[in-house]
Nanobody, 118 residues
């Protein structure tokens, strides 16, 4: 599985952005996909996860403001981010967990910068 992200940028507080993560390769082996973020000086943390079947889970401040989704026809995951805050500023990474057993692996996107100005 290969991942290519897009959609980051600069936005004012209260605004919205949508991130995309296009998967290619053996996409039928994907178990879950997720968005993580790494703010300056911090570790990478989970934002939200989604399965190809549409099950979702959110962490922390993403609840109620962000929406994760997966388009099976396009093999693309999205993160709709609303009511953005300066503390959402980070590099956002998409992740895919794929395969089973000894062939299970994680794949990471290249990261996309999101900057929220106050």
């Amino acid at each position: 599985v290969q991942l290519v992200e897009s959609g980051g940028g600069l936005v004012q507080a209260g605004g919205s952005l949508r991130l995309s993560c296009a998967a290619s390769g053996n996409t039928e082996t994907i178990n879950t996909m997720g968005w993580y973020r790494r703010a300056p000086g911090n570790h990478r943390v989970l934002v939200a996860v989604v399965t190809p079947g549409g099950h979702t889970d959110y962490q922390g401040s993403a609840k109620g403001r962000f929406t994760i989704s997966y388009d099976n026809a396009k093999n693309t995951m999205y993160l709709q981010m609303n009511y953005l805050r300066p503390e959402d500023t980070a590099v956002y990474y998409c992740n895919a967990d794929s395969g089973i057993g000894v062939q299970r692996r994680e794949t990471w996107g290249q990261g996309t910068q999101v900057t929220v100005s106050s």
